[in-house]
């Protein structure tokens, strides 16, 4: 991306190249990747509405139990059976007691639990109160019964000898009783408020899954049932069992649509063993004045089933930005399709790929590595190797003996340019000039009256004083690059380098004094075309001693002198 340094590059605009494949397997790999996507985005759409904007629901919970038992000592009713609410949004139904009656404040035996039976006195501690006992003891060990003897203790007397719960459940009937539950909901961002209780509602419905869907009015023994539990069971020790209402609504108006659902579950573990307190049950008390003044009591350990009634809901309304957001969204899973292509035309793993004759030309038809910024960056080309070398290291020896990382030479535009000005080499004459291809011929001194350098290897290289411009166009000793009639042809030719400068400028005057110099130029551009094969190394592009010097004999400056090439840190 251009970096942003004016209006003009704010407003420009930027396209992905695309690489078209004629290939039957991987086009139809694509289309039906992208089926499978556009099905599974059309269908997530629907089912989950995700056209719509959502909302949690805000609930209330109110319950009431109705139903009448006779056990062998009393009648129960709702007052009897039904306890104030254990939590929010749940109710206590009564199934099963142990009552311990007339109790009042006093001394005596505590029930012979591991820490309070004993022999003596010393058995037994003044003050101490244990968690698992009744009262605090008094330091005295009394008898408890004819065989047995426990720690003395001050606590509401005589203390509850009764630990298991009476098998069966004494209200063990309590499966027929029934229980209303009336649940109202709203939807604060759609303002939208209803109740589970229809205005069609019919007092004298159950609930039933399949005939009476809708109904408010539960049986406590179906409700078990539906749970996956035994009422006569749990009813012995208690559990807990939750009640959920789901609301699910879609509040479009051409697809109204706001009903409960009912769903129940046991919420406790019915595995548990006697030492971690299997069921529910909790005590409590009612009290009582005698004659005398004196405080009485009936303890009662009341075991029973818990209901936890769970509300949860979402309900969804068409959203014309919710559709936009999803439909974005949903686009990037078409890009799969390249993913999975891409993977593999580039994989080596399986073996039905390996021989693929796609892969080497998408590939290079698709991917370019380039070199990252770095700080010293030349490229080098030998006639004597096949790629190109990229020098990255600071120079402490001749350019000729520092070894590169090769990169893979590009094909240019100038072969083409090349074969036609060649097909008819005998035709072609400069605009400008009517001399015929041949070198322009100078009275400088040749590389051959100079000493040749220990880095050279074509015979033809003069001496440098910096270590870049130390470069020989061989890597091994042989004839040199310029002594080839192509490199006369392409890059020292007066004809052709008037051609190409007249090619770029057409107003070009070649009988400018300045000419000699823009030949000379054109010139260093030709060997880095014909040799590197593209524009774009140019700047960093190394043109061998022997080459460089031999484009200077054939246009010389006037007065001798020359920049050489720029080190760009």
Known sequence: MAGCCSLKNVCEYETNKVVRIQSVYYGSLKWAIHTAVFVYVCVVLIADRRYQKKDSVISSVHTK???????????????????????????????????TENQIQGVCPEFPIAKAVCSTDRSCMEGRMDPQSNGIQTGKCVKYNTTLKTCEVKAWCPVESIKSAPVPAILRSAENFTVLI?????????????????????????????????????????????????????????????????????????????????????????????????????????????????????????????????????????DFFELLVYIGSALSYFGLAQLAVDFLITSYTFRCFKSDPVKAYYYKKKCESVPGPRWTLLYVTYVDEPHIFMIDKLLKTSLQNIKGEIIHRRTSDYTHVAKFLLKDLDKIVSPGNSQELQPLQNKGVTSSSHERPSWCSCGKCRPAQHYWEQLCCRKKDGACITASALFEQLVTSRPMLEFVLLYKDPLLDLKAETLNKQLRHCAYEQYILWRFGEDDLKERAMIPSCCRWKIRDAFPSERGEYTGFKRKK
């Not at 056990?71 to 059976?81: G, H, K, Q, V």
């Not at 409590?284 to 818990?306: M, S």
């Open 182 to 318: 009336k649940n109202n909901i709203h939807f604060p961002k759609f303002n939208y408020t209803t109740r589970n209780i229809s205005p069609e509602f019919n007092i004298s419905c159950t609930y039933n899954k399949r005939t009476a869907l809708y109904c408010p009015i539960f049986r406590l023994g179906d409700i078990l049932q539906l749970a996956g539990e035994n009422f006569s069971e749990v009813a012995v020790q208690g559990g807990i069992i939750g009640i959920e209402i789901n609301w699910d609504c879609i509040l479009d108006k051409w697809l109204h649509r706001c009903r409960p659902t009912y769903g129940f579950r046991r919420l406790d573990d019915k595995k548990t063993n006697e030492a971690l307190y299997p069921g529910y049950n909790f005590r409590y008390a009612r009290y009582y004045k005698q004659a005398n003044g004196k405080e009485e009591r009936t303890l009662i350990k009341a075991y029973g089933i818990r209901f936890d009634i769970l509300v949860f809901g979402m309900a969804g309304q068409f």
């Open 65 to 99: 139990v109705k139903g009448v038992s006779q056990t062998d000592m009393r009648i129960w009713d709702t007052a009897e059976y039904t306890i104030p609410m254990q939590g929010i949004d749940s109710f206590f139904v009564v199934t099963n007691i142990i009552r």
